[in-house]
């Protein structure tokens, strides 16, 4: 079996640091968000095709030094973007039915063996996991009929037409026959237009009561990374030599950070130094990034080679790779 892997998009979200790294390439409690993403996928998923886009080249390279032994990966490039419908069609060919289909943004625990099972069971078209959230604006919402058979779907709804609680949660079972269903050739949202037409055909809810995060906005982003360290997927979690404070604190190769306090959640990418008096909580500091001396860095995400300088308070803040803070 096969899985397909949505990473078109700009990340506009996360702008400025999505200007020089794909937001799937972000890492969070130790490795990029879109890796924690391929973590759900069982033995049984054997292959994955990534529907790419927007910095295409930076995913490919990466996931070229990176290979995952297990898991053959294949990119298929749009010039254009085409939306999550039109990419679907376009990276689709001999995808197999049924496939796997998945954000490359959300940061969840799911079982996707168990959803595999269930999509089996009752013969469906497609297998939505669902996820219960109180605010819905951000996502597609699902009505559910008695036996969790879905009866409408609504994308990013006003709340009054919210038909209920319970969000796409951006991984999907679907039969190989859904290509068929979306326009060729331009783009379409697979959410708004393809989606709604399909219900008829017997489509499910899988109802997720495990952690869930759409890692697409900074605070949500950091909220991802906090839910993997709690989870233990954030490897050791031991603190940078020298340094004191809380862990966890996920250590790319190379880091220096000698007198400096950290935690908890921290990412510190490779080649890393943080300075004597620093302190960095809940925050993502990527490769080649500098935090001066006595600077406090919390709920913030620093883009690659960026420098945070000397006594400089950030809080909440997003710096673009390169850039002086
Ligand atoms: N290939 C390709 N081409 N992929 C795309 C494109 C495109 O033009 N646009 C977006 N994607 C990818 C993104 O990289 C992401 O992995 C996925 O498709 C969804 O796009 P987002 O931009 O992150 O959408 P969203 O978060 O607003 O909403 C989606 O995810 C929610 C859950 O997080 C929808 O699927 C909602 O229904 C869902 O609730
Ligand atoms: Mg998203």
Excluded: C
């Excluded at 990029?32 to 054997?46: A, C, G, Q």
């Excluded at 990276?91 to 490359?104: E, Q, T």
């Excluded at 790319?252 to 950290?262: L, N, Q, T, Y």
């Excluded at 302190?279 to 001066?292: E, F, L, P, Q, Y």
Aim: proline share 8%; charged share 20%; glycine share 14%.
């Amino acid at each position: 079996m096969r899985a397909l892997v949505l990473i078109g998009g700009f990340g506009t979200r996360l702008r400025p640091v999505t200007y020089d790294v794909p937001k799937q390439l972000i890492p969070i409690a130790g490795k990029p968000m879109l890796y924690h993403v391929l973590d759900l996928l069982p033995k049984e998923v054997d292959s994955a095709v990534f529907a790419t886009g927007y910095k295409a080249d930076v995913i490919e390279a990466y996931v070229r030094d990176h290979p995952l032994p297990r898991l053959p990966i294949t990119t298929v490039h749009e010039a254009e973007p085409l939306g999550t419908g039109g990419g679907l069609r376009n990276a689709g060919d001999g995808i197999g039915d049924p496939f796997v289909l998945l954000n490359s943004d959300v940061i969840a625990d799911v079982d996707v063996t168990a959803l595999l099972a269930a999509h089996r069971a009752k013969h469906a078209f497609g297998t939505m996991v669902l996820h219960e959230v109180d605010d819905t604006r951000p996502y597609g919402v699902a009505a559910l009929d008695a036996d969790d058979r879905i009866g409408a779907f609504v994308e990013k709804p006003e709340p009054a037409d919210a038909p209920s609680h319970w969000i796409n949660a951006g991984v999907a079972v679907w039969s190989e026959a859904v290509l068929a269903e979306i326009p060729p050739g331009r783009p379409v949202s697979f959410e708004r237009e393809v989606v709604p037409g399909l219900l008829p055909r017997g489509v499910f809810g899988f109802r997720s009561t495990g952690f869930w995060e759409d890692a697409g906005t900074p605070e949500r982003l950091l909220r991802a990374q906090s839910l993997l360290f709690d989870a233990g997927r954030g490897g050791p979690g031991t603190l940078p030599a020298g340094a004191t404070g809380q862990g966890p604190v996920a250590l790319g190769s190379g880091v220096e950070a000698r007198g400096a306090k950290f935690g908890p959640y921290v990412t510190l990418g490779n080649g890393v130094v943080v300075e004597a008096g620093a302190h960095v909580a809940n925050s993502v500091v990527m490769d080649g990034a500098t935090i001066g001396p006595g600077a406090t860095v919390t709920g913030s995400i620093v883009g690659p080679k960026a420098r945070v300088a000397a006594g400089r308070t950030l809080a909440g803040v997003v710096v673009g790779g390169s850039a002086d803070a």
